[in-house]
Nanobody, 127 residues
Framework: QLQLVESGGGLVQPGGSLRLSCAAS????????IGWFRQAPGKEREGVSCISSRGGITKNADSVKGRFTISRDNAQNTVYLQMNSLNPEDTALYYCAAKAGRSYYCSTYVPTDFGSWGQGTQVTVSS
């Protein structure tokens, strides 16, 4: 059974950092693109970052470029989202999701392309 479990969220002050983890079980990352999404209260779900199944090619939303970094550890079957220079606008519930396929390209433009989702981890940026 394919499962994704996020962790690492919490309360952080503006300018601080967090590293989110997305642990996968029931499948190997080699055959799935992984995306990070977030949703704040009253706002639409937003694609944040993704990493391709082949080549580990990454793509970030303009809102997080230069601040967030997605990476993958195939040995641990885990994807990470390193978030630096956090600001209150980054406050949201963060989800990771998996899209089956073997590609050198990834995109979070169509969230419904991702068939498996974790339960989310809350990130709150506040002083």
């Amino acid at each position: 059974q394919l499962q994704l479990v996020e962790s690492g969220g919490g309360l952080v002050q503006p300018g601080g950092s967090l590293r989110l983890s997305c642990a996968a079980s029931g499948f190997t990352l080699d055959y799935y693109d992984i995306g990070w999404f977030r949703q704040a209260p009253g706002k639409e779900r937003e694609g944040v970052s993704c990493i391709s199944s082949r080549g580990g090619i990454t793509k970030n939303a303009d809102s997080v470029k230069g601040r967030f970094t997605i990476s993958r550890d195939n040995a641990q079957n885990t994807v990470y989202l390193q978030m630096n220079s956090l600001n209150p606008e980054d406050t949201a519930l963060y989800y990771c999701a998996a899209k089956a396929g073997r590609s050198y390209y990834c995109s979070t433009y169509v969230p419904t392309d991702f068939g498996s989702w974790g339960q989310g981890t809350q990130v709150t940026v506040s002083s």
